[in-house]
């Protein structure tokens, strides 16, 4: 048996653990390619208009993924670190079947539907049941791989806290979701832009979740989105120790558009941009607003 894995929105929140957990239950996967052209394109014309452009790369993925092996994987998850998530996340494996109906998909999932911190691992052994996997290997399974996404997490976050501490550029806090700065097509394009500048990228993401999280109750009691939470938690964190932000979102986002709105609103004294990438233009254009945003935050600090 294959299981594919899109290599879109939560891969990128669970890459380690998820490679790791179908490793130790002895299952094979194939992941999809980095976003490309062709994948974006593919996706635009499965999705609604309305649908934003992290879940065209994921229908866009599974178009790619679909005739190549046996199970899509594709989880349903409402909370993580206790927090809610984005109604998409709860959507996306009825989205997919519905979307992948005509070619009868077999999906492959595991639901957590409550914020108990119990509530993964029980849902991990559940598919593994599914699976016919004995329980104990499962368990085993599940306890590798959760270490194993901890320890890069853990890993990521020193390197960056060094980065922050130790660097003599200009330091910009990318604040981006991981589906968005991780991607090939979204946002590796804007952290090589941000180096060619001669300034250090500090990717909020990469910073501690559940310590972001806290942060974050500085700055709103009732932000329902946890994701969001963590990059406005990292700004709360870290202000002090940069020097402008990259808001860096994509079309058409809901929670961003109200989050990204409120931060503007609060760190009034350090400099921000907005930028939005779409289906249609991607990154073109950005490089000369940066430009000029690193001129402002150079003039800010008196070196223009
Ligand atoms: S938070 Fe925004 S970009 Fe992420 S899944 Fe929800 S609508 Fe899409």
Not at 81 to 105: E, S
Not at 133 to 162: D, G, W
Not at 182 to 203: F, H, R, S, T
Request: with cysteine.
């Amino acid at each position: 048996m294959k299981v594919g894995i899109p290599r879109a929105l939560l891969y990128f929140k669970n890459e380690k653990f998820w490679t790791t957990l179908f490793k130790e239950m002895g299952i094979e996967y194939i992941l999809s390619p980095e976003t490309n052209k062709e994948i974006i394109n593919d996706g635009a014309n499965l999705a609604i208009d309305e649908t934003c452009l992290p879940t065209k790369i994921l229908l866009g993925s599974i178009n790619w993924l679909i005739d190549k092996c046996d199970y899509i994987f594709i989880p349903r998850i409402a909370y993580a670190h206790g927090q809610q998530m984005c109604t998409k996340f709860l959507a996306q494996t009825d989205l997919v079947y519905n979307t992948f109906r005509d070619r009868n998909p077999k999906l492959l999932f595991y639901d957590i539907d409550n914020k108990k911190v119990t509530a993964e691992r029980k849902a991990i052994l559940k598919m593994g049941k599914f699976l016919h996997i004995p329980k104990n290997h499962v368990k085993l399974a599940y306890i590798l791989a959760k270490q194993t996404q901890l320890y890069y997490e853990m890993f990521r976050c020193e390197s960056q806290e060094n980065v922050v501490k130790n660097s003599n550029k200009n330091k910009i806090l990318i604040v981006a979701h991981a589906y968005n700065i991780k991607d090939k097509y979204v946002g590796e394009p804007i952290i090589e832009a941000v180096k060619n500048l001669n300034c250090e990228p500090i990717i909020a993401e990469y910073f501690n979740a559940e310590q972001c999280i806290q942060a974050s109750r500085n700055v709103s009691k009732t932000l329902p989105w946890g994701y969001n939470r963590h990059l406005v938690g990292a700004i709360e964190m870290y202000k002090d120790n940069i020097d402008g932000i990259i808001l860096l979102t994509t079309f058409p986002c809901g929670p961003d558009s109200m989050v990204n709105d409120m931060i503007i609103r609060k760190y009034k004294n350090i400099p921000i941009i907005t930028l939005t990438v779409d289906t249609q233009d991607g990154t073109a254009g950005m490089q000369t607003r940066l430009e000029s945003f690193v001129d402002i935050i150079n003039f800010k600090k008196g070196n223009l």
